[in-house]
């Protein structure tokens, strides 16, 4: 393998520990749930996701796990205030 190669390669694997170098601005994922498929989005560091609990509050299980998945790499979402809590 040529070297400057075998160079790219180690270099990828130290970025690869180092999330911190790393920020997602914009993202769309396919989300295979267990009812159904959704697209999550972040733009302009904001999420969305089409299924039916983002719509009445803003945050859901498919955008709480991709922020788990993207840790550090993403902003982080501020969850909802319970009414009466």
Wanted: aromatic content about 8%; overall charge negative.
């Amino acid at each position: 393998m040529h070297s400057s190669l075998i160079g790219k390669i180690e270099k990828a694997k130290v970025y690869a520990q180092e999330r911190h170098r790393m920020h997602v601005e914009n993202l769309q994922v396919a989300f295979h749930g267990e009812n159904s498929d959704h697209v999550v989005e972040l733009v302009d560091g904001k999420w969305h996701c089409n299924c039916d609990f983002f719509a009445h509050w803003s945050v859901c299980s498919h955008t709480m796990a991709l922020e788990r998945i993207l840790e550090g790499m993403v902003p982080r979402q501020e969850l909802p205030a319970l009414a009466g809590a």
